[in-house]
């Protein structure tokens, strides 16, 4: 898979956490994964069909998850409940649709299906590619990580 | 408190709609999440949703006829999210008729609405702001 399906997600990420949580996001350094396991507590996998086949997964630790919301929300929340998975799978949502536009700006014409929430670090999910690509993205109130497996359609 | 003054977008009839539609959201998120018995909370429940169902019609039809009036270049497109954003509300009100009012469901609408609330007029509602400066008016 290339390397080059990886920044539509960072930079989608990055403005999306900037407009809906005033966070900055770094980028860190790009590593393989010859499996797609959830790497922290609350993930978020989405699908992709089109021109790309595969999966997007977002893994977030949990007390970054619920800060996230707490920041969006303007409230304090203790708890990963529907409201917390829900508004961390619309966010998950937004960034990928977002990305989608900068893909289909590169003609690669792409559609997301709904978001999955994956609790825990135990399941594996199916990849279309021999390695997912992961980038992690840190902010001040943790950091988290995107994984990527994207095949073209032949 | 969900409403933060970057929302803004310098359009007073379309910055009080959403601060009104914020702390109705953010009133709900704060009931809904309270601990305490659930049944009481139903009633708040039925009045945000039925608030919702009423106030973006009245906000949506302000807000477009506004872009109209400015000849905003994205009307058609945005007009289409507005419309996504009222199927999805009348989408969960089926649902609560279906499957009851159960505390999941309603979590799941209230983290919906509110991420969408904040995307929308961080983002998209912002480039009505950015044109209307473009174009050297005031709003």
Known sequence: ?154 | MMWKEKYRIGVDVVDNQHQELFHRVSDFLISVQRKGDWGQKIAKVKETLAFMQEYVIVHFRDEENYQLQINFPEYEEHKDVHARFRDMINQYAVRFEKEGFTQELVQEFGGKLMTWLIMHVADMDQRIGAYVREQGGKG
């Open chain 1, 1 to 154: 898979m290339k390397v080059a399906f990886v920044e539509p997600f960072v930079k989608a990420a990055r403005d999306v956490f900037q407009l809906m949580m005033d966070l900055d996001a770094q980028r860190g350094d790009l590593r393989a994964s010859e499996q797609l396991v959830p790497s922290k507590d609350a993930s978020v996998a989405i699908g992709v069909t089109g021109d790309l086949l595969g999966s997007i997964l977002y893994s977030f630790p949990r007390q970054m998850t619920l800060e996230m919301v707490e920041i969006m929300a303007g409230m304090p929340v203790d708890e990963l409940d529907s409201f917390v998975i829900s508004a961390l799978g619309e966010v998950a949502n937004i960034i990928s649709g977002n990305a989608m536009a900068y893909l289909n700006s590169a003609n690669y014409m792409c559609n997301i299906n709904p978001p999955q929430i994956v609790l825990g670090q135990e399941t594996a999910l199916e990849m279309v590619t021999r390695k997912a690509l992961i980038v992690p993205l840190r902010t001040r109130i943790g950091e988290f990580d995107i994984f990527i497996t994207l095949k073209e359609q032949a």
